[in-house]
Nanobody, 116 residues
Framework: QVQLVESGGGLVQAGGSLRLSCVASGSIFRLNAMAWYRQAPGKQRELVATITGGGSTNYADSVKGRFTISGNAKMLVYLQMNSLEPDDTAVYYC???????????WGQGTQVTVSS
């Protein structure tokens, strides 16, 4: 099993920045990729960014140029969020998966609130 713990959420004004962290523990040697998802009130959970063990990254169009995912995709992943907008308000979840698997491991989430 893999356990994921997020931290770094909070309240910030529009235009500000936050850095989220996610630490993985347990059977991390099998992990191949990690990701950040978010879920706003009344909306479906959406993919924000992914990073693979090889360092490849991918972003949702809505965050390109503002958010940066980094880390080693096995133990630790970060999400640097700049130029935050009220629409970025959501609970942010860290996720991880093994090679060829779906996103099978999830953290408990951390709240990000952006005030206008």
């Amino acid at each position: 099993q893999v356990q994921l713990v997020e931290s770094g959420g909070g309240l910030v004004q529009a235009g500000g920045s936050l850095r989220l962290s996610c630490v993985a523990s347990g059977s991390i040697f099998r992990l191949n990729a990690m990701a950040w998802y978010r879920q706003a009130p009344g909306k479906q959970r959406e993919l924000v960014a992914t990073i693979t063990g090889g360092g490849s990254t991918n972003y949702a169009d809505s965050v390109k140029g503002r958010f940066t995912i980094s880390g080693n995709a096995k133990m630790l992943v970060y999400l640097q969020m700049n130029s935050l907008e009220p629409d970025d308000t959501a609970v942010y979840y860290c996720a991880a998966r093994r090679l060829g698997a779906l996103w099978e491991y999830w953290g408990q989430g951390t709240q990000v609130t952006v005030s206008s």
